[in-house]
T-cell receptor, first 114, second 108 residues
């Protein structure tokens, strides 16, 4: 069964450093998403991406965050200057349509900012 | 904020049916009811969805009341691997707004 993959599985960084989280969506999918989950809290929507541009973003997705699809296969989330409160599990999801039932999540990247 | 209300936790004996309730009294006519689950530290996984008719697939059944203000997810024969947080989501959009869900414990 096709699956979304994410790398790295864990990342530790110092506050103020830039991090790039990588996702390889399912190959024929067109819609891409990032969510995050702070330990013990709800999964929160960050951003959706379609046709090489952001479709929608949440209040969390401020100027420190950016997304891109640099080579047609990877989908990346960049955090420019990490803060302690960015520590969370980050999930990538992809979908073949805008229908939620076709949205597949990756296993997540656990980011720890020290 | 999520438009649904779910009990924070439930227990179910292994092999029995697990019935997880969800209230969504403010649901709009074009909004679907979706269920996802999250096994510890993994990504959320789609289970089932419906608009107004009851639905069944290989994982579960979804019962939606006639007024659509509540629904029940049924796992017919729960196993230990069904231990997870179950999320009921109501939306017509493609972004998922998760609530706190129901933490289901399957007891051996």
């Amino acid at each position: 069964e096709p699956e979304v993959t994410q790398t790295p599985s864990h990342q530790v960084t110092q506050m103020g450093q830039e991090v790039i989280l990588r996702c390889v969506p399912i190959s024929n999918h067109l819609y891409f998403y990032w969510y995050r989950q702070i330990l013990g809290q709800k999964v929160e929507f960050l951003v959706s991406f379609y046709n090489n541009e952001i479709s929608e973003k949440s209040e969390i997705f401020d100027d420190q965050f950016s997304v891109e699809r640099p080579d047609g296969s990877n989908f990346t989330l960049k955090i420019r200057s990490t803060k302690l409160e960015d520590s969370a599990m980050y999930f990538c999801a992809s979908s073949g349509t805008r229908n939620i039932e076709t949205q597949y999540f990756g296993p997540g990247t656990r980011l720890l900012v020290l | 904020d999520a438009k649904t209300t779910q009990p924070p936790s439930m227990d179910c004996a292994e092999g029995r049916a697990a019935n997880l309730p969800c209230n969504h009294s403010t649901i709009s006519g074009n909004e679907y009811v979706y269920w996802y689950r999250q096994i510890h530290s993994q990504g959320p996984q789609y289970i089932i969805h419906g608009l107004k008719n009851n639905e069944t697939n290989e994982m579960a059944s979804l019962i939606i009341t006639e007024d659509r203000k509540s629904s029940t997810l049924i796992l017919p024969h729960a196993t230990l691997r069904d231990t997870a947080v179950y999320y009921c989501i109501v939306t017509s959009d493609d972004k998922i707004i998760f609530g706190k869900g129901t933490r289901l414990h399957i007891l051996p």
